[in-house]
């Protein structure tokens, strides 16, 4: 007996803990993760006819087979609740069972008794045989209770066999939704087995392919370091006029004082020489350091700074002046902070970059198809600087850097989070 009430009480431990995720909230995660894996396979339809690389496809298609294994750790999770309640409902079957016995062999023994001792006597004569009235009443009474304990004791086994019947209802339903819950389950992992074998046939593919890959990879890595050199040298022209005007500046205001070899240690400095009016700025953009304004309305960094490796091909570092963010198609560069336009560059046929000075700090916006600024115009935090391209493949990527002086400083320790 006690070792059945720990089993019961390990079972109801278990299914409290299962519990917590009814059914219901179990058929609804079920229902969203089929519908993500939907949308990965329109994603995946719709790469394999667009994308000329298969990195992409790839990366979708371990995004869907992660789905598909949360999806069948749901239907099992599914399945071990409906197991548990299968459990507890075949134990209250066999109780119900045992319960029905004990009443069917009580009931029929008061039968039998009843009927033994009506062919002894009649209940007149039980009555009569009474040796006063009060006897009399205490002994109609007692027929009284006996024929009304008899009814109470048939309903019971009535109610019982009712219960009994709904219990087996209700374990016969509760076994066909386990068929199908398995069957579904054993569907989910043939189409896991599928998706692993796409996913290889995919990874083969990409490495036929990856010497062309990497050497695209490089490519645009150059393109990106050539990008990055012009930067530096806009910046670095930028310093160097500012400084020369700071130098004569100087000479013009102490014509007596200032020596040769002053003017020229200004002239030739890598940092920018600053006004009153530019240290203002420079110190309000530090101070605004972790809660700049992003550089886009809606977006999610995709590609973050510094060196790092491919995410498919380990061994090949990339390496990133600034941080990549992808938005929506049509979406508009803005500026993070107020400041003057110093240069706008057209770095390819379809793109341009936009470089924003802040004291000794700037700002470049790259992979713009339009602007709406001149250099010399002054922007204030969160205007419109221009559209962001859309390439061939559907991104919608914003290159965006942060530099004091010519040194890049990583734009993540400076927008909001």
Not at 115 to 128: C, D, G, H, I, W
Not at 225 to 253: H, P, S, T, W
Not at 312 to 327: A, C, D, F, Q
Request: charged share 30%; proline share 2%; aromatic share 6%.
């Amino acid at each position: 007996m006690q070792k059945k009430l720990a089993t019961l009480f390990l079972v109801f431990l278990s299914t409290m803990a299962w519990s917590q995720l009814t059914q219901e909230e179990l058929e609804q995660r079920k229902i969203k993760i089929q519908q993500e894996i939907q949308e990965k396979e329109r994603m995946l339809q719709e790469v394999r006819g667009k994308e000329k690389s298969v990195t992409k496809l790839l990366q979708i298609q371990k995004e869907k087979i992660g789905l598909k294994q949360k999806l069948i750790s749901t239907t099992e999770k599914q399945a071990k609740l409906l197991s548990n309640n299968m459990y507890i409902n075949q134990v209250e079957i066999n109780k119900l069972k045992k319960d029905l016995v004990v009443l069917k062999e009580d009931y029929a023994e008061m039968i039998v008794k009843s009927y033994k001792s009506r062919s002894q006597q009649s209940r007149a004569m039980f009555l009569l045989s009474s040796e006063n009235f009060l006897q009399a009443y205490k002994r109609l009474q007692y027929m009284k209770q006996y024929s009304s304990y008899r009814k109470m004791q048939g309903n019971e086994i009535k109610d019982k066999s009712v219960q009994l019947a709904d219990h087996n209802a209700k374990l016969s339903g509760q076994k066909t939704e386990k068929e199908k819950l398995l069957a579904e389950q054993e569907k989910q992992r043939q189409d896991l087995v599928k998706e692993k074998q796409e996913q290889e046939k995919i990874a083969n593919s990409l490495k036929k392919d990856k010497k062309q890959i990497i050497a695209e990879i490089k490519k645009k890595q150059q393109e990106s370091r050539k990008i990055d050199a012009q930067i530096q040298k806009m910046i670095r022209d930028a310093i160097a006029e500012a400084n020369k005007k700071a130098a004569a500046a100087k000479v013009k205001a102490n014509p007596k004082t200032t020596t040769a070899a002053e003017t020229k240690k200004i002239e030739e400095s890598t940092k920018i020489m600053l006004t009153p009016e530019g240290q203002l700025i420079s110190n309000n953009f530090k101070a605004n350091k972790g809660s700049l304004n992003w550089p886009v309305e809606k977006g999610a960094i995709t590609l973050g700074f510094g060196d790092q490796p491919h995410p498919v091909y380990k061994s090949l570092t990339i390496h990133n002046s600034g941080v990549e963010i992808t938005t929506e198609a049509g979406s508009s560069a803005r500026a993070v902070f107020g400041g003057e336009v110093t240069k706008v560059i057209i770095t390819s046929p379809l793109t341009k970059l936009v470089c924003v000075q802040h004291g000794d700090f700037f700002t470049v916006y790259q992979n713009l198809s339009s602007v709406n600024v001149s250099a010399g115009d002054k922007v204030s935090a969160k205007q419109s600087i221009g559209k962001i391209r859309t390439n061939a493949e559907g991104k919608t990527v914003l290159k965006f850097t942060i530099s004091q002086n010519a040194s890049f400083v990583n734009p993540m320790n400076w927008l909001k989070r």
